[in-house]
């Protein structure tokens, strides 16, 4: 047997990415990072601000960037707000050191001094450019859903797999978006992302709850937001609330969201309760489930892959690929390394390669049999 085999109580792991959700909006398509980069593009050229060519210096973005070069410049510049918030009590004393200046005042609004103007105002360029991107998150993710599409599309992948109502499964997505929870539970699932499990999450606010997700197996289905979801708000007592709303809204609280970044580390990931809470329901999950499907995922994201090949045995594991060959394609190369199944599926209202994803769960469950 594999290192990594366990027992395994549980029938599937799905794992979904931004491919999975695309085919589900009423609007328009859910977005890619490339969408992503491309609208916060507009939406900074089109919002007046402070200094619109300078933000634009500080956030580099281009609406013919790639995913992966989104995400790089993306995390460069939310890593450099980090630091900026952080080296500001060190301002005056690194001036002390050299004697500069000595007296200069870095308090805000304090005596005037033309570091602290600043700064400040620096800083106020800064958050100008945070809460465009809280905006812009809303609008590309808060969407409605077009329940009947994703409830067709999930009620096949079920099908094939053989789950119902009731099998212990669970869903893992680093989408922002609820539409996992909205297929789910239009096909009769119990779902429980935090709020009180019910078919029907009605209240307008209620807290988050994750401590104890995989404890509803199997009644209920967990589905886990690795980095997030539209309507999460963290307030300034450290207490996250999760919003029924479509709209940002800064009286809320601070947006809890994993924003995309490629230099992503176990240190990042552990910044916030929830999420840090949500991955290690993950890793334990993985390390219980017969069968894990990636769906829909680039896996541009080490410390996911991580995850999965530290508590995955390689049989259990299939991507879905669309593209080919393997050498044009990130997630096929990925999945190459892990050992994983690729399988050819296009994953929407109207499915292609059911048969072959129908053909790898029934091979585990056949070995799993004997």
């Known amino acids: ?20 959700s695309r085919s589900f909006g009423v609007e328009g398509p859910f977005p890619l990072m490339a969408d ?15 200094s619109t060519e300078a933000q634009r210096g500080v956030l580099p973005l281009r609406d013919d960037m790639t995913g992966p070069e989104f ?4 995390g460069l510049f939310l890593g450099q707000v980090r630091a900026f918030d952080d080296v500001k009590a060190l301002l005056k004393p690194s001036l002390e050191i050299f004697g500069i200046s000595p007296n ?4 805000a609004g304090g005596g005037g001094s033309e570091l602290a103007l600043w700064y400040d105002q620096t800083k106020a360029l800064l958050d100008e450019l945070l809460e465009v991107l809280n905006e812009s998150l809303y609008e590309q993710f808060a969407g409605r859903v077009d329940t009947t599409g994703a409830q067709q599309a999930y009620g096949w992948l079920f099908d094939a797999i053989r789950v119902r109502p ?13 539409i ?10 119990l779902v429980d992302w935090g709020r009180p499990p019910q078919l029907l999450n009605t209240s307008s606010e209620e807290p988050l709850r994750v401590e104890r997700l995989l404890g509803g197996l199997p009644r209920y289905l967990p589905v886990l937001h690795l980095h997030g979801k539209v309507g999460w708000y963290s307030r300034p007592n450290g207490e996250v609330w999760d919003y029924v709303n479509t709209n940002y ?18 240190a990042a990931y552990g910044a916030q309760l929830v999420i840090n809470e949500l991955w290690d329901h993950f890793r334990n999950a993985l390390r219980r489930a017969r069968k894990v499907l990636v769906i829909g995922h680039s896996l541009n994201d080490s410390f996911l892959v991580q995850a999965i090949r530290h508590n995955v045995p390689p049989e259990r594991l299939a991507v879905t690929s669309l593209s080919t060959p393997p050498s044009r394609n990130s997630e096929h190369r990925v999945a190459f390394n892990l050992g994983a199944k690729v399988l050819p599926i296009s994953f929407g209202p109207k499915p292609s390669g059911v048969d072959e994803l129908a053909n790898w769960s029934g091979t585990i469950d056949d070995r799993d049999a004997t």
């Open 36 to 50: 992503w980069a491309a609208a916060l593009v507009t939406r900074l050229r089109d919002k007046p601000m402070q």
């Open 249 to 266: 809204s800064r009286q809320w609280g601070t947006p809890v969201v994993m924003w995309p970044d490629d230099r992503k580390d176990a």
């Open 71 to 74: 995400e790089t410049t993306l």
């Open 1 to 20: 047997m594999n290192g990594l085999e366990t027992d395994r109580d549980l029938d599937l792991v799905s794992v979904t990415g931004a491919g999975a």
């Open 166 to 178: 009731g099998s212990p499964i669970l869903v893992a997505t680093t989408n922002y978006d609820i």
């Open 180 to 189: 996992a929870q909205t297929a789910l539970s239009a096909l009769g699932f």
């Open 104 to 107: 200069l005042n870095m308090t």
